[in-house]
C-alpha cells in the first residue's frame, strides 16, 4: 500500500531539529537563558521550510501525531547539549486539549535520553481557537506538575489572545517580530509593547522579544523591559553540534562589538524619537560619514538635524553583532 506523504513525512531520519538562543540582557554582554527547538522537514524538499511544513500539517489536521514525532526528534537531539541550559519546545494548543496523556507522553521521552523535564518549557503555539478549553488547562497542570514552565507563541497575533493570558498563567509572552522590527522608530509599536511589558508584570510573566533585525530594535527592547531576545543577528538557529562548535553554549555569552553597542544607543530608542539619535540617513550624509563609520558618527560627533524633505524615521540598518565565545559561568 503507497504510503501517504504524512506517513513519510514521519519515517525516522525525515525530521530534523535546529537549536536557537534566547539571550538575557546584561549590560553590554547578553547571557544564554534558553535553547528553543525549532523543527525541519526533509531537507531539499518545500517541507524543509518551517511555515511550509506545519501549514500543511495543520490542513492534515495532524497537529497531534505531528508535534509527538517533533518532541521524540528534539529530545534525541538535545542529549548532546549542555544540560545547564532551558530548553523550549513548540506545542499547538490543540494538542494540549486533544491528548490527556501529554504530560506521560513528554516525561517518558524525556526519559529515554535523561533529559529532565524541569528544563523544559512548553511554548503553546495556536493557529485556531481551541476547542476543548478544560482539557488543555489540564494537561498544562500535569505539566507544571512535573516542573514544566509555559509560554505563549506569537503574543500579539492569531489566537494568543487574552483569555489565554488569564487562563494559562504563562512564564513567559513571546512578542511576535512583528512588533519587533522597526521598534526603535515606530512610537507605535513601542506603545504596544510597553503595554505587554506592563501586563506581563502584572501577571507575573517574562516578555521575550523575537525577531529584532537591529541593534536599534535590540536596544528599544532592553530600554522598554524586555529582558530576554531570541534574534537571528544574534544567532540564528542551527543543528546542535554546529551550535556546540560556536563556543556559545561553553562561555554562555554573546558580546556586542563596541562600536555598533555606541550605534545602537543612538538609535532613536528614547521617546524624543530617531531626530535625537543622529543616526538617520540623512544626518549620517550631513556629518560627511560612511557607512563604515555611521555609528562612530553617531556617537562621538555634533549631531546633525535632517535635511528638508528628507523621512527622519528612516534609519540606516545596522550590521549584525559578532559572536564572541568568552569565559564565565553558563546562565540558567
Excluded: W
Excluded at 522598554?224 to 531570541?230: F, K, M, P, R
Excluded at 551550535?243 to 554573546?254: D, F, N, P, R, Y
Excluded at 538617520?280 to 524633505?309: F, H, S
Amino acid at each position: 500500500m503507497k504510503q501517504s506523504l504524512l506517513q513519510r513525512l514521519l519515517e525516522p531520519g525525515q525530521l530534523s531539529a535546529r537549536f536557537q538562543p534566547i539571550f538575557r540582557f546584561s549590560g553590554k554582554v547578553n547571557q544564554v537563558h534558553a535553547l528553543e527547538a525549532l523543527v525541519r522537514g526533509p531537507s531539499g524538499t518545500n517541507f524543509e521550510g518551517a511555515d511550509v511544513l506545519f501549514d500543511y500539517v495543520r490542513r492534515k489536521k495532524a497537529e497531534a501525531k505531528v508535534d509527538r514525532a517533533c518532541i521524540a526528534t528534539i529530545c534525541a537531539a538535545a542529549a548532546a547539549l549542555p544540560s545547564n541550559f532551558r530548553l523550549n519546545i513548540n506545542v499547538h494548543a490543540l494538542t494540549l486539549g486533544e491528548s490527556p496523556d501529554f504530560a506521560v507522553f513528554l516525561q517518558k521521552e524525556t526519559a529515554k535520553h535523561s533529559l529532565a523535564m524541569h528544563r523544559l518549557t512548553v511554548e503553546i503555539v495556536e493557529h485556531a481557537p481551541t476547542r476543548n478549553i478544560p482539557a488543555m488547562l489540564a494537561t498544562i497542570a500535569a505539566l507544571r506538575d512535573f516542573g514544566v514552565r509555559i509560554a505563549l507563541d506569537d503574543v500579539g497575533l492569531g489566537q494568543s489572545n487574552y483569555r489565554m493570558m488569564l487562563d494559562c498563567h504563562p512564564d513567559y509572552f513571546k512578542l511576535d517580530a512583528y512588533f519587533v522590527q522597526g521598534l526603535c522608530v515606530d512610537q507605535k509599536r513601542r506603545a504596544v509593547v510597553e503595554s505587554l511589558v506592563t501586563l506581563a508584570d502584572a501577571l507575573d510573566s517574562s516578555v521575550v522579544g523575537e525577531g529584532a533585525e537591529s541593534l536599534g530594535d535590540l536596544g528599544a527592547l532592553e530600554q522598554l523591559g524586555v529582558e530576554l531576545v531570541q534574534a537571528n543577528i544574534l544567532c540564528p538557529p542551527m543543528p546542535a553540534e554546529d551550535l556546540l562548535a560556536t563556543g556559545l553554549l561553553q562561555s554562555g555569552l554573546v558580546e556586542f562589538d563596541a562600536t555598533l553597542q555606541a550605534g545602537a544607543a543612538q538609535a532613536g530608542v528614547n521617546q524624543a524619537g530617531v531626530n535625537q539619535a543622529g543616526v538617520n540617513q540623512a544626518g549620517v550624509n550631513q556629518a560627511g560619514a560612511n557607512q563604515a563609520g555611521a555609528n562612530q558618527a553617531g556617537a562621538n560627533q555634533p549631531r546633525e538635524k535632517p535635511a528638508a524633505g528628507t523621512n527622519p524615521g528612516q534609519v540606516e540598518r545596522k550590521e549584525p553583532a559578532r559572536v564572541v565565545a568568552l569565559p564565565a559561568a553558563h546562565s540558567m
